[in-house]
């Protein structure tokens, strides 16, 4: 791996520890206040994105930067970093020890790199996938530093799929697995990643909810099925505030045939 990119992985490890460690001493003790899309942020969360913000901009001063709570039109940048600074509010308030901080680090737009640190269980997950970008990349994915896949097993009612809130309605009594629902988005995708769950829905998911978990879940050997429009590229001076990227994630290509039509029925 070369110095930019241990530079990458390095800088990602170091701001996510210190900033979840921050996060620790406020988790479950915080009151939450509604955003403008119903959606729930709270001063760590805005403390969390500054500090991160603060950091790239420190480290890497050509690189852009989109965040959850900061600048959310996208820069004219090679390079650019999408912040979530809390994945999970809602758990975080209710002291539910499941949420993260997802770094995204894309290149012409498009996600080459994901950081994604979940403070409560201390799991940090990180991918490299080169796509069409042209660059030399590293190879893989992990978590703590090992290397992880998705699973390669045949579905049963015994195997998991994860929901969010917004997408109970595909759950029946045929469905092919049982379901799961973990309030964090990128957390669901990353449990395909490790080969805990077989396929993971999120309905309206923003674009620093998926960016880094996009990433690693491909590197891991999953499939990622936009559902409504390709995320990738970003569209330079788009702003994606309110931009919803609904998103079906199974940890191999056959099985969109098994889930999707669940999907498609409950539209």
Same mark, same amino acid.
């Given at each position: 791996?070369?110095?930019?990119? %241990?530079?990458? =992985? ?23 206040? &509604?955003?403008? @899309? /119903?959606?729930?942020? *709270?001063?760590? @969360? ?19 930067? =989109?965040?959850?709570?900061? @600048?959310?039109?996208?820069?004219? &940048? ?10 999970? $509010?809602? %758990? ?16 012409? !737009? ?8 979940? +403070?409560?269980? %201390?799991?940090?997950?990180? !991918? ?5 970008? /042209?660059?030399?990349?590293?190879? /893989?994915?992990?978590?703590? %530093?090992?290397?992880?896949? $998705?699973?390669?097993?045949?579905? $049963? ?8 809130? #917004? ?8 469905? +092919?697995?049982?379901?799961?629902? =973990? ?11 490790? !080969? ?7 309905? *309206? ?16 050997? /999953? ?11 970003? *569209?330079? !001076? ?9 998103? =079906?994630?199974?940890? #191999? ?12 029925? &409950?539209?």
């Amino acid at each position: 791996m070369n110095d930019f990119w %241990n530079q990458i =992985l390095e800088f990602s490890q170091t701001t996510t520890t210190r900033i979840g460690k921050q996060l620790m001493q406020d988790f479950g003790r915080v009151q939450a206040d &509604s955003k403008a @899309d /119903g959606s729930l942020v *709270t001063k760590a @969360d805005k403390w969390a994105d500054n500090e991160i913000v603060k950091a790239i901009k420190s480290q890497f001063p050509n690189h852009g930067v =989109l965040s959850e709570e900061n @600048d959310k039109v996208f820069p004219d &940048s090679e390079w650019c970093w999408i912040v979530d600074p809390l994945d999970g $509010t809602t %758990n975080f308030t209710r002291g539910i020890p499941i949420w993260c901080i997802s770094l995204g680090l894309l290149y012409k !737009g498009t996600p080459v790199f994901g950081y994604v640190y979940a +403070p409560p269980t %201390n799991e940090a997950f990180h !991918g490299y996938w080169q796509g069409n970008s /042209g660059l030399d990349l590293p190879q /893989g994915a992990f978590r703590n %530093n090992l290397p992880i896949k $998705t699973s390669s097993d045949k579905i $049963t009612k015994n195997h998991f799929f994860n929901v969010c809130s #917004r997408s109970t309605s595909i759950i029946s009594q045929d469905f +092919p697995s049982k379901i799961r629902m =973990l309030g964090v988005a990128s957390y669901n995708f990353l449990t395909v990643a490790t !080969g805990a769950v077989l396929g993971a829905v999120e309905a *309206t998911p923003k674009v620093w909810d998926i960016a880094g978990a996009w990433v690693i879940l491909q590197a891991a050997g /999953g499939s990622w099925i936009s559902l409504k429009s390709e995320p990738f590229p970003l *569209t330079v !001076g788009e702003d994606y505030g309110s931009k919803s990227l609904p998103t =079906l994630a199974v940890s #191999r290509s056959e099985l969109v045939s098994v889930f999707k039509p669940f999907l498609e029925v &409950s539209s």
